[in-house]
């Protein structure tokens, strides 16, 4: 095999979110770091103001990001603007968690230029399909992608906006994620 | 053999009493599918986050609806986590309470509000004693010389 792993930052304040989330990803054989804040994953990242960051390696680059929406302090939408603005990282790949399967939520998040919008809890098969995503288009993301991604959320809107996914129809709470995996 | 055997009978009883009950969903058995020879303690050490997590949450959940002037939105942050972290173990019962909980906040129902916290009180006593029963079965099994059963 002599693919390098693609490494990938994880962003979350939830202790139990955390640890699922690296096994996940590390089953997936992603090279993974986690951390628990927006700020923390900036700092990683080299966007710290304070520090200088010249000091960045090639074993520290970091393929893709993922982070949940709701974090204290910085929300994952936050960091996604900050990473999106940024001259040396707006090329990573950034993937929304989230909870709410909120049509507007999700469209904001995607027009900010998220990769995707995973509900939680995260499955295998959303880590697979995005590797899959990742290591085809590489770093050239074309504006293609970004629109058939958008066109195909926008495609549920035709399913009720639930606010809480415990809430949804019998047929499957996880019905909004299978229907993205058919990208 | 014939106590491991009737120990992997009571594991798989057990557990499907709990997705029946509703104590538990797909997302333990998700949990389960990721545990591994290199990692044979995951399940356990994801569960055990998520009481440490609950008992945090519980006693800030108690404190915050005992100030004088209550805040809602800290109270609908604290429950938020306790959703988020149930569902990510699969906690069914616990999660659903949780909902109810967040309708309660955005009412700004304090009654409503105490009476979820009872229930989440009681829901979360529950599923921790289950999962600890279904653990100990688990340990039995292993030292019996058994494997665990895989549930579909």
């Known amino acids: 095999m002599n693919q390098p792993e693609l490494h990938v930052l994880a962003v979350d304040d939830s202790t139990v979110d955390r640890k699922v989330i690296q096994k996940l990803l590390q089953i997936s054989s992603f090279k993974v770091t986690v951390v628990d804040s927006g700020s923390r994953a900036l700092q990683y990242l080299g966007l710290d103001e304070e520090k200088n960051s010249d000091c960045r390696f090639n074993d520290l680059k970091v393929n893709m990001i993922m982070t949940?929406?709701?974090?204290?302090?910085?929300?994952?939408?936050?960091?996604?603007?900050?990473?999106?603005n940024s001259s040396t990282l707006k090329e990573i790949p950034v993937v929304i968690m989230s909870?709410?399967?909120s049509m507007?939520?999700?469209d904001r998040c995607l027009e900010e230029g998220a990769e995707d919008y995973l509900l939680k809890p995260v499955k295998l098969s959303d880590l697979r399909r995005l590797?899959?995503?990742i290591l085809k288009t590489g770093p050239d993301h074309t504006d293609q992608t970004q629109t058939?991604?958008?066109?195909h959320?926008?495609?549920?809107?035709q399913e009720p906006d639930y606010h809480d996914q415990t809430l949804s129809p019998p047929s499957s709470p996880q019905h909004a994620q299978t229907k993205r995996a058919r990208l | 053999m014939a106590a491991v055997s009737q120990l992997q009978r009571q594991f798989i009883e057990y557990t499907t009493s709990l997705y029946n009950e509703g104590y538990l969903d797909d997302q333990f058995t998700q949990l389960q599918k990721l545990q591994d020879e290199s990692n044979p303690d995951f399940v356990v050490e994801v569960v055990s986050l998520f009481f440490e997590d609950s008992e945090k949450l519980l006693n800030n959940l108690a404190t915050a609806l005992q100030q004088k002037i209550v805040d809602y939105k800290q109270v609908d942050s604290h429950v938020h986590q306790f959703k988020?972290?149930?569902?990510?173990?699969?906690a069914q019962r616990v999660t659903t309470v949780c909902v109810h909980f967040r309708n309660y906040c955005d009412e700004q129902n304090l009654d409503g509000c105490l009476r979820c916290l009872q229930q989440l009180n009681h829901e979360y006593i529950l599923v921790r004693n289950k999962l600890e029963a279904l653990f100990r079965l688990e340990q039995q099994i292993l030292q019996a010389g058994g494997s665990i059963p895989m549930m579909e």
């Not at chain 1, 302090?73 to 936050?78: C, R, S």
Request: hydrophobic share 20%; charged share 35%.
């Open chain 2, 84 to 90: 988020g972290s149930s569902s990510s173990i699969g």
């Open chain 1, 153 to 157: 959320k926008i495609d549920q809107s």
């Open chain 1, 148 to 151: 058939r991604k958008r066109k």
């Open chain 1, 99 to 101: 909870s709410e399967n």
């Open chain 1, 104 to 106: 507007t939520r999700i």
């Open chain 1, 68 to 84: 949940d929406y709701s974090m204290p302090g910085m929300t994952g939408f936050e960091l996604l603007k900050k990473i999106k």
């Open chain 1, 131 to 133: 590797k899959d995503t």
